[in-house]
């Protein structure tokens, strides 16, 4: 069965610090999202991506994060100076088009700021 | 802004319970509705979908859930759980146009003790 996969499992970073997290999208999907969960929290949505542009972003994504899908498969993050706050499990999402559709996630990849 | 409620945070059951956890939404046009369940360690996977038709959806593993458009509910229900149950189970909402964002509930830890 197709899956979203995400790397890294695990990164550890110091505050200050730019990190990138990758994810591939299942290959046939069109639309794919970022989320993100601190622990003990709910899962809040951070920013879509349609026709390699960012369709709809939260208060959440400010300056410091970025979107880019630098070729046809991966799906990137970007956190620009990462704060101590920024310490969550980020979830990648796609789905195959919008609309009655849903959405697969990948296994997450937790951010630890240092 | 939308929102998304999830009234228990945490059930404790005994094995061959009956369940129900309530989901509530802000959103006055059309919806589609998710259940959501991340057991330990896991991604988050889809137990069942709503986006028009019977209002009574059936989902994997013996759960299901009901659409009471008159008070915003999508409350999830299986009539006796098993140990392997045990995990964390979110609401997600979006609206129904094409490609816009889960909103998610903050979660409800379910412990099912055998």
């Known amino acids: 069965e197709p899956e979203v996969t995400q790397t890294p499992s695990h990164q550890v970073t110091q505050m200050g610090q730019e990190v990138i997290l990758r994810c591939v999208p299942i290959s046939n999907h069109l639309y794919f999202y970022w989320y993100r969960q601190i622990l003990g929290q709910k899962v809040e949505f951070l920013v879509s991506?349609?026709?390699?542009?960012?369709?709809?972003k939260s208060e959440i994504f400010d300056d410091q994060f970025s979107v880019e899908r630098p070729d046809g498969s991966n799906f990137t993050l970007k956190i620009r100076s990462t704060k101590l706050e920024d310490s969550a499990m980020y979830f990648c999402?796609?789905?195959?088009?919008?609309?009655?559709?849903?959405?697969?996630f990948g296994q997450g990849t937790r951010l630890t700021v240092v | 802004a939308q929102s998304v409620s999830q009234h228990n945070h945490h059930v404790i059951l005994s094995e061959a319970a009956s369940l129900e956890l309530g989901c509530n939404y802000s959103?006055?046009?059309?919806?589609?509705l998710f259940w959501y369940v991340q057991y330990p360690g896991q991604h988050l996977q889809l137990l069942l979908k709503y986006f028009s038709g019977d209002p009574l959806v059936k989902g994997i593993k013996g759960f299901e859930a009901e659409f009471i458009k008159s008070k915003f509910s999508f409350n999830l229900r299986k009539p006796s759980v098993q140990w392997s149950d045990t995990a964390e189970y979110f609401c997600a909402v979006n609206p129904g146009q094409a490609g816009t964002a889960l909103i998610f509930g903050k979660g409800t830890t379910l412990s099912v003790s055998s």
């Open positions: 959103y006055g046009g059309t919806v589609n």
């Open positions: 999402a796609s789905r195959l088009r919008g609309g009655n559709t849903e959405a697969f």
């Open positions: 991506f349609y026709n390699n542009e960012i369709s709809e």
